[in-house]
């Protein structure tokens, strides 16, 4: 079937994105190059780390949506083109912040692993609206959710003084209640039947399809703990390691805790696919903000069972009165993989820095002010720039005009009818 | 289809790997800490062996199995599930050993390594009983066999004084003989048109699930090098870089002549899928014990050769036998890829002790009847828990009173009918 | 459907594979062991890059050309088949042209890495001819083409005095025509309406399959910029840097690029998936050559644009007028992305040297003279070679008398239908 958007829009779409790579490319050649002088004999190793995350971001986030069969192809194909656009724009939005506040960093590989961070709060919200949105509205969605994550890293930078990791471990809470508002607001404007359709198409899945969403959740499950580690500073060595170690057990028992809770919850004692795809990231995400304070196993470990149970009790009992009340249906899950586990680990980490006495923070009461007001922050920027963007997304101007309301976006990404000479 | 099991077992089930999980977090709490202070300069180097490691057991052992469309997705979940699992289970069971025996090591990456390696003869074993056992029965395998390869270890340390290398090597031998007697023991419990329709199904695969099996063949594939050198002490560069080396020309020449003898053994030429899934890995298991005494390539390519010929053959001639005489039929081919490589393999390792002088070895006659005595151990330990274990689980309290005697494990893992508001 | 071939060839290829395999042994027995001297501390480092490479190959370019349905399971297997075999006739070769011209590399982790990449030509022309080649075919046209490159590699050394780097990277320019032109011969020998249908079942694609080729494409995007500065000495650690830089810059740009201009150049607006699956690899290629010398991200940036537009534009485009003046029919893309950018980097490579001082090249129009006749000859040579053997193929002695004349190969993997024992 043919897509029934109007010719302009059609036109428009990939000529912006275009346009969009032609500015970036002149912005770098104006303000970017390498630090020739810097001599790095562990770039090797600096690299593989940086690999990780690539895998993650391309293959993990990619084929974590794959299992839904009419979006499978245009969920990875869609998260991979956000994937390099973001991490260019990313670098340049992180060079032109560094200058307005007076901080040079020297551009290196760790301004590349920063920007793929980045880009991670836009992924997970994209895996929320997928489905609901089409390519343009998806675009523009990326564009301002790049902008507001931009604002929320120089305010936590600026005002609340917080270090790199804290702040990437915000976005996945940023990430999630920005797509979940985003969703909120366009399935409000579907019509109650449409959603319907959409609902129980999710169960015809293929088996092909679901081992592919499988494919996506161990990746991202195996090289967690690379993400966890990626921004925790080398000087502290011992940082590094219990950040890996911290967030290898929580993933270890989230997984466990959600297999079996899943099953557990079932009347029939079977265990829900869907659920154990997004259960299992809980723990990392969980133990993502304090990975690198924990000193003993079994907090990591505790956090991962408290967060794989949030997600599969949130997955069955919170739809049922959001749904009644609010007319919020969760989309795909990630509010339970990393809303409420990333929140859980923002409170995990701000109880835990008047215990442990490694870091260098004596005046407790000031810092913990800090940085409840950073995760608030975090927060509520991520619910009111949400709030905003869906609300203009909602506007006719992205929609054809006499278009069908429910829309499918993979015949965007469907094979042309008539291929011509290949 | 729904589950047949009583409602008891469906609750029970569930609710005993929940409890584990929640006896495991608390014996870590009291037993298990970080050592902080170890500084290990070269944490990002061993991350990544480590890395590699959980690679292969989460998504190559989990896929190799997904061929048959009817286990796929219940195989690569329940393949996960074990590993989570099995991970800590074998951190708290060699912490305890290491106190009864008096050797108190630290507890660092190296401990999550060899919890890793230790769990793969469980994996192996799944794969053989993977479709003749339910859920419950895999669960108690699986507890069974940890005990069981404890003991091994144990006394492998304690009576034989063999290295962590070779004690992980036996464990090939001592999975695929332990899974193939469960395996013997459940399929004897079938009537015989069930396991004929069994055979049956084998063939109906869709090209979607052996692209996945592929998948994970070569994942395994990739990564055996990392496998078999993880355990090699890195004093001694030289054998660490030796059993790189080797497994990899082990692999590559297994995997040619797997291919090529596939297709010379069928009447039309044609290549048999399963078996070249099978066999490609047979060189990497056979060079596994000996990789690092191995001081020529070709020596290492004629174990491939070797191993690889049995496989093929082995899967083409020896059924045919066995099915006639002793009524085993070979699932999954695990006794052609890790049971007889894995022999092989030890008794090489055998042989080239008196011959490689660079271990220091001084009474040869003293240590070769130690390391006989040990690999015999190894098979006997398999073979007798195998067998026990076997006849335990064929007694009718694991399965319901009137339930069809041939039973999909996949409805455990379906789609619910009814997906609760996600 | 059975295999159509005479008994006499079937029983042969998998003959002369074994055999090849035991030869390949037997020389490595005489002639290759390893350096026991050498002691190498950074070896963990750099086997983690052979490892990336090995994970390229292997999954990369296995699953690439996964998307067309009945050549997926052929398409992986034979990749893999010709990988394994590849790599040990390459060491081997290698070997023996260092002989000749008295230069004795010492054999360790780098000979592996060469000869994995050495490979890599053979692979790309494999993808080319796939679906037009029979299995005979593919056998003889990899010996003959790993003979070609050998020959060019040795002549880029000591005539024209090359590095290794520039020589792999002249190899996809070599690999990318030399199974052009074999592909241009098989397919004038098929006759028109045989053309046809095979044209008009690429349009045929499972879901499934294609998000295998995606799979294809990602890993290949991940870890090509490994690929390209592996062969980058490290005693210029800065340059090793700036290769893997301006590869992960030229990749974002490709893709971005290509997913764009594919949507633009639709008359509907409809992304074309396998447009991308090529397109999105062509700024890695482009960068390939000069990668070491881009001093400036911006100029890997557009060099990937330009890669990007040179394969969209000439996917959309070219067919039209090569379909009726010459009857090139360009298979898989490969022109797109392997032949045209490769073509690109070569030239930006040999323009760029005057400019970069920092390379040791005093005479710089002597040595200008030496890049153009170096790159003159590998495409020449791969023209030339390519239609020689495509001519060869075409000699009835490779089909069956009375054989239906487009012939799937699939029926040579194809599950047997009596599946013995297992």
Not at 5 to 24: G, T
Not at 394 to 419: G, I
Request: aromatic share 12%.
């Amino acid at each position: 079937m043919g897509s029934k958007y109007p010719r302009s829009l059609r036109f428009h779409l990939p000529l912006w994105a275009f346009l969009l790579q032609v500015a970036s490319i002149l912005l770098f050649c104006f303000f970017i190059s390498y630090d020739t002088l810097q001599m790095d004999q562990k770039f090797m190793v600096t690299y593989q780390v940086f690999q990780d995350l690539t895998l993650m971001a391309a293959l993990g986030f990619g084929f974590l949506s794959s299992s839904l069969r009419r979006h499978s192809w245009s969920g990875v194909a869609f998260n991979f083109f956000m994937l390099a656009l973001g991490v260019q724009g990313s670098i340049l939005l992180d060079y032109f912040l560094g200058k307005t506040i007076q901080q040079n960093e020297p551009f290196d590989l760790f301004s590349i692993r920063k920007a793929t961070m980045s880009t991670v709060p836009m992924l997970i919200s994209a895996v929320a609206v997928l489905g609901k949105a089409n390519l343009v509205q998806l675009a523009v969605m990326v564009l301002l959710e790049a902008a507001a994550f931009g604002a929320v890293k120089v305010v936590d930078k600026q005002v609340f003084t917080m270090d790199d990791h804290t702040i990437m471990m915000h976005g996945h809470v940023f990430g999630a209640y920005f797509g979940l508002l985003v969703a909120w607001c366009l399935s409000r404007s579907l019509p109650r039947e449409m959603d319907e359709k959409a609902q129980t198409e999710k169960l015809q899945m293929a088996t092909g399809s679901s081992l592919f969403g499988m494919l996506g959740t161990l990746f991202l499950w195996i090289f967690w703990p690379s993400f966890n580690s990626a921004l925790v500073e080398s000087q502290f060595i011992n940082d590094k390691k219990r950040a890996v170690f911290n967030t290898y057990y929580a993933l270890a028992v989230s997984a466990v805790t959600a297999t079996s809770m899943s099953a557990l919850s079932h009347p029939q004692g079977k265990i829900n696919m869907v659920h154990v795809h997004n259960a299992v990231l809980a723990g990392g995400v969980a133990v993502g903000a304090p990975c690198f304070l924990i000193t003993s196993p079994w907090i990591a470990m505790v956090l991962g069972l408290t967060a794989g149970l949030i997600s599969i009790v949130g997955a069955k009992c919170l739809p049922v009165c959001l749904n009644h009340m609010l007319q919020i249906r969760n989309p795909r899950g990630i509010h339970y993989t990393f809303g409420l586990p990333g929140l859980l680990g923002a409170v995990t980490y701000i109880l835990l820095i008047p215990i442990s006495y490694n870091y260098p923070r004596l005046m407790v009461n000031n810092y913990m002010i800090k940085d409840w007001g950073a995760l608030s922050f975090a927060l509520a920027m991520g619910m009111v720039s949400g709030l905003l963007t869906g609300c203009l997304l909602k506007v006719k101007m992205w929609r054809a005009p006499h278009v069908a309301k429910y829309f499918d976006d993979q015949a965007f990404w469907e094979f042309p009818h008539l291929a011509v000479g290949f």
